[in-house]
């Protein structure tokens, strides 16, 4: 893949795609076909040996996922993009192939309910151990290095809290000790943060949120550099097979065409909503790295475009005032995931965070008052107005 001469906001759009060689077709073909034939046995057996470029069987790649792979590799600034069945399969393909028995994870704290699973999983049957770290000053990762660490794996924004690593601050130490550095982007998409900008190997994403944004889709997707995406390509993705649909991949292909629009219109709502929620009586407290007053904002100015368009807040109250909250609501739904286009509300400590034991959640600020929102694309006015009349009845 080339260097770039065009911005990203182009990319999206374009990114690899020849329409002339498709019949001037502007959408991309799907090729809903699960294997390739050969012209003669000869091209068969090279195709198998890795001698000719071409198409086997479409768990080894398919033309319509193959664009979408190339697409999210230019918009990640990375060398190439793998694709997956969903953001899960992505997580455990890469975790997979990083770690090895009596190797030791190290992670940060508040990651996605189900890479916590995962990790649990690896340790319990195959002896891949791991540990959490808040990774807010250098000593707290140089303290949690271990000998047999292989792989540091970080989420920023930290979810439901919304506080920020410094990749920088990670990506130097882990260099010092030739540790990969692995960042789930989901809540940023590559629009606000290019972590592999700043040095770490391999990024993920669950393409399900901001990539998809339509809320029609499960899917996955990865960037790093090649030798390490051809690696996992031909390991972890096609033997345990966790791969990506081509209608999957086409509507993913559609989705990112907007991404740039979406983004900075999530991001528009977003502060404006932490603006009016700041001012209610029924509010204790907002977090919002696009927020001049977070502890994290001088890390956000460093290495996201802006502030994202997930906010959370506590509410005075506990669990009963919270579901009050969420019942009263008739415009925002009451949903997990982001990043679509309807704004969507949870209650992280019933709800994402529900399986994390209560001590664990409240160290990490999940109380019984935090609410999540993932701001939508709706008038800003009309998704303020719905949270208002519900947080004026918990007052
Ligand atoms: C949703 C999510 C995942 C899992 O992705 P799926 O597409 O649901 O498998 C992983 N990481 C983060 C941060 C997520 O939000």
Redesign the pocket.
């Known amino acids: 893949m080339g260097k770039k001469n065009t911005r990203f906001e182009t990319e999206v759009v374009h990114h690899g795609y020849d329409s002339s060689i498709y019949h001037g077709s502007l959408a991309p073909p799907i090729f809903q076909t699960s294997t390739f034939s050969f012209q003669t046995a000869e091209q068969g057996e090279n195709r198998f040996a890795g001698e000719e470029e071409g198409y086997i069987y479409s768990r080894l790649g398919n033309p319509t996922v193959k664009m979408l792979e190339d697409r999210i590799a230019a918009l990640e600034n990375g060398e190439a993009g793998l694709a997956f069945g969903?953001?899960?399969?992505a997580?455990s393909a890469v975790l997979i192939a990083l770690t090895k028995s009596n190797g030791h994870i190290l992670c940060s704290q508040g990651i996605?309910g189900?890479?916590f699973g995962l990790l649990q999983l690896l340790k319990n049957k195959y002896e891949v151990d791991h540990s959490f770290c808040s990774m807010q000053t250098e000593a707290d990762i140089r303290d949690a290095i271990r000998p047999e660490t292989t792989c540091i794996y970080i989420?920023t924004p930290i979810?439901p809290t919304m506080a920020l690593i410094d990749i920088e601050m990670v990506v130097s130490i882990a260099k010092e000790h030739g540790i990969k550095v692995v960042v789930?982007n989901?809540?940023c998409s590559p629009y606000l943060q290019q972590p592999l900008d700043i040095g770490c190997d391999i990024i993920?994403h669950?393409?399900?949120?901001y990539i998809g944004g339509h809320g029609d889709v499960?899917?996955?997707l990865i960037v790093g550099k090649k030798e390490m995406i051809q690696e996992i390509s031909m390991t972890t993705l096609k033997d345990i097979g966790g791969v990506m649909s081509p209608f999957d991949a086409w509507l993913l292909i559609r989705g990112l065409k907007t991404l740039h629009v979406r983004m900075d219109r999530h991001c528009d709502n977003a502060e404006y909503v932490i603006e009016q929620l700041k001012g209610h009586e029924a509010i204790e407290s907002v977090y919002y790295p696009g927020d001049q007053n977070n502890p994290s904002y001088s890390i956000m100015k460093k290495q996201m475009k802006r502030g994202g368009g997930l906010i959370s807040f506590t509410i005075k109250g506990g669990k009963k005032e919270a579901q009050k909250l969420l019942n009263e609501l008739s415009l925002i739904k009451i949903a997990v995931?982001?990043g679509d286009a309807e704004t969507l509300i949870q209650h992280p400590a019933t709800m994402t965070h529900a399986v994390v034991p209560k001590e664990n959640r409240e160290q990490m600020g999940i109380t019984d008052s935090l609410i999540r929102l993932s701001v939508g694309l709706e008038a800003k006015e009309d998704i303020w107005n719905d949270l208002k009349q519900a947080l004026d009845k918990i007052v």
């Open positions: 969903s953001g899960m399969a997580v996605y189900c890479t989420e979810n789930d989901t809540f993920i669950s393409a399900t949120k499960i899917a996955g995931s982001l």
